[in-house]
């Protein structure tokens, strides 16, 4: 008994429990990942950007970045960006995006949706105006048809100035995370 209790206590105060946070770029780290047994390269997505219509344009600025990287690839892609003014503005959790898709055309559909926005951080160094902006992205990758996640992913970024400026960074390592190219 008393071992048990040793263990126990051991195991609760080291940090075995928590899954770490793993920093994929300078201002971006991945703090949640599921990669499904059955996950094997797709060869057509269809990416889906939903959420408050608040972030329209960096939906579309994020678009645009993935369909660049894109090009570098075989896959047969579509986007779609779906926002609405009575969604809410952020998700929290991945048990929050309720989404279904059954099209027939694509093999998977990759959503996202805006995480919470932590407090802006105003550096007063240098420039009294530079900025850090922090959130998170939820990214869930869904087999077409039959539902099933195969990758779900939560990106923290650190942003200068606007939502927008790591958008290069985060398009890179979401084409990373998916494995879309061969190494």
Do not use: W
Not at 81 to 98: C, T
Not at 135 to 150: A, D, H, R, T
Not at 171 to 183: C, Q, T
């Amino acid at each position: 008994m008393n071992r048990f209790i040793f263990l126990i206590i051991i195991l609760t105060s080291t940090n075995s429990f928590s899954q770490k946070s793993i920093k994929l770029t300078k201002k971006i780290e991945l703090s949640e990942d599921f990669v499904s047994y059955s996950y094997k390269v797709p060869n057509s997505i269809l990416f889906y950007y939903g959420g408050h219509s608040e972030f329209s344009t960096y939906y579309k600025s994020l678009s645009k970045r993935i369909k660049k990287q894109l090009k570098k690839t075989k896959l047969n892609s579509k986007q779609i960006i779906e926002l609405n003014e009575e969604n809410d503005l952020s998700v929290e959790s991945f048990e929050e995006i309720d989404v279904k898709f059954n099209n027939k055309d694509y093999e998977s559909v990759c959503v996202f949706f805006q995480g919470e926005m932590l407090p802006m951080k105003v550096h007063k160094l240098k420039d009294p105006f530079k900025r850090e902006i922090n959130y998170s992205l939820y990214m869930m990758l869904i087999e077409s048809g039959s539902n099933k996640v195969l990758l779900k992913k939560k990106f923290k970024v650190a942003s200068k100035y606007t939502m927008l400026t790591e958008n290069k960074s985060l398009s890179r390592a979401i084409v990373d995370e998916l494995k879309l190219f061969k190494k």
